[in-house]
């Protein structure tokens, strides 16, 4: 069975101290696909229960997607005209 048993010589890092940009940036999977996968995941929300029964897990992955949003350029920032 998989676990964090075994993973002596893993850091531990408090999950609050990992962003969830830098989770994302783990999956190996393309942004594009990416964005599909959580696509797929709401479809399956809102199959089967919607909101009600997934809130937490909508709600993360809305999370997500706001972390994979390519930034918006900074204001003056953008490029020379």
Known sequence: MHGNQGD???????VSEVSLSEILAEVELPAPALMRWFDHLDAFFARHGGRRRYGA????VAE??????PAS???GGGEPG
């Open 8 to 14: 002596e010589g893993a850091a531990e890092i408090p």
């Open 57 to 60: 897990l909508a709600a993360l």
């Open 64 to 69: 997500a997607r706001a972390a994979q949003a």
């Open 73 to 75: 350029p900074r204001a």
